[in-house]
């Protein structure tokens, strides 16, 4: 597993990004982080962020961004990526109304299709960043897996987030081996959940990283953990990443309850090294 690179979504320590970017990116790469995902950049400017970076070591492999922001500003957005130096851009999150089984769906696909080509031209990889939902069902079959089957593989690939296909009745290890070869990111994120796929647990960002939706289930028994003290299985989730091809694990913690979000980002990453990474 050794061959798996370790990264951080900044989201897991928004707080700490808003007040003091710097130092908090000093502190992740203290960690052992060397690589980071963004999901806003607090209005730094595209230079301001690779400073940053540049200053503490670190290399941003991939930014959460909604996509219809290539869609009505094509070059200012991707220049961006291309200045902190994104090899990835995934869109973290997408309304069940844009998704297979509605009259918006063709129009989705289009402009999955003309985002991915644009992002392809520029040397970045354009990913989807599922949720629980996207485990509902049209026609028998995932709207997920509908997403993946209507676009190119070259134009899209997975960011498998595995707590979210755990919380949804599915087996992470299964589905990231089923789509081997086109999961070059795989989220890692532990909970605890006495009640699973009760509906959503999280909140939902925008472009800015600000949060635009409250949880929407609060008495699931579901509370986020640093890797190793949840339910997950983590080692036979990596060994599947490995398996499939993944060259990025990205640690994820949307909520801290039990400690500091950047000790919990600490205690992810001691847990990973136990296991040799």
């Not at 798996?4 to 900044?10: E, I, P, T, Y």
């Not at 979000?261 to 990453?269: G, I, T, V, Y």
Request: charge should be negative; charged fraction near 30%.
């Amino acid at each position: 597993m050794k061959n798996l690179k370790v990264g951080l979504q900044l989201y897991s320590v928004r707080e700490d990004m808003a007040k003091d970017m710097d130092a908090t990116l000093k502190q992740v790469k203290e960690m052992g982080y060397d690589y980071v995902e963004f999901a806003g950049y607090f209005g730094k400017t595209a230079y301001e962020v690779r400073e940053l970076l540049d200053k503490h070591g670190l290399q941003c492999i991939s930014v959460h961004q909604t996509y219809d922001v290539f869609l009505t500003n094509e070059k200012e957005n991707i220049d961006f990526l291309k200045t902190i130096g994104a090899k990835y851009c995934a869109v973290p999150w997408m309304g069940k109304e844009r998704h297979a089984g509605t009259e918006r769906f063709e129009q989705t696909k289009k402009e999955f299709i003309q985002v991915g080509q644009a992002l392809k031209n520029a040397g970045i990889q354009f990913l989807y960043h599922n949720h629980d939902f996207e485990f509902e069902t049209y026609e028998g079959k995932f709207l997920l897996d509908w997403l993946y089957e209507s676009i190119p593989e070259d134009l899209l690939k997975t960011q498998l987030d595995t707590c979210w296909v755990k919380y949804a009745g599915q087996d992470p290890v299964q589905y990231i081996k089923k789509y081997s070869g086109r999961a070059p990111i795989v989220h890692l994120k532990d909970f605890i959940c006495k009640n699973f796929n009760m509906g959503a647990v999280y909140s939902l960002i925008d472009e800015t990283g600000k949060e635009k939706k409250k949880p929407t289930r609060e008495e699931v028994g579901f509370e986020f953990r640093p890797l190793g003290q949840g339910i997950q299985d983590i080692p036979s989730i990596l060994q599947a990443a490995v398996e499939a091809g993944t060259e990025y694990v990205v640690v994820e913690q949307d909520q801290s309850p039990t400690c500091p979000a950047l000790q919990a980002a600490k205690e992810s990453r001691d847990y990973l090294k136990s296991l040799g990474l």
